[in-house]
């Protein structure tokens, strides 16, 4: 975990072929590695993002952008780079930075089911335009 240097009788093996030293077997992590942190950073940002695009979609300023069909499908692929493709990742980003040893904080839950929230509502929007289109 720290990277430091042990010997063969100081190395704890654990599953998945983890190795750690006696200091940080003996106090794991409580807080988030830098890595984790740049993980969660960026589940938030692509939650955001994708929460204005929704938020921009439901106040209905786009609807008198699709007049014609072509027009209609040019902006659900724009909804579609805009909207759901961040919040795909910001998912991804939110599960890669869960660890199945080390605790997840709540900021950690709360950016990644942000995402999925996101994720069902575009999927609902999608739904609901087919069955009228």
Do not use: Q
């Not at 072929?17 to 993980?39: D, M, Y």
């Not at 499908?73 to 919040?87: D, E, K, Q, R, Y």
Request: charged share 10%.
């Amino acid at each position: 975990m720290c990277g430091g240097y042990m010997c063969n009788t100081c190395d704890f093996a654990l599953p998945g072929g983890v190795h750690i030293c006696p200091s940080c077997a003996a106090a794991p992590k409580t807080n988030l590695s830098p890595r984790r942190k740049k993980l969660l950073i960026g589940a938030y940002i692509t939650a955001s993002w994708s929460t204005v695009g929704l938020g921009i979609v439901f106040s209905g300023v786009l609807k008198e952008m699709a007049d014609n069909k072509s027009d209609a499908t040019a902006l659900g692929l724009v909804m579609m780079i805009f909207i759901l493709v961040p919040s795909i990742i910001g998912t991804c980003l939110g599960f890669s930075a869960m660890h199945k040893r080390l605790p997840t904080p709540i900021s950690l839950w709360v950016a990644t089911i942000w995402n999925v929230i996101i994720l069902a509502c575009f999927a609902l929007l999608f739904i609901v335009g087919a069955a009228k289109g």
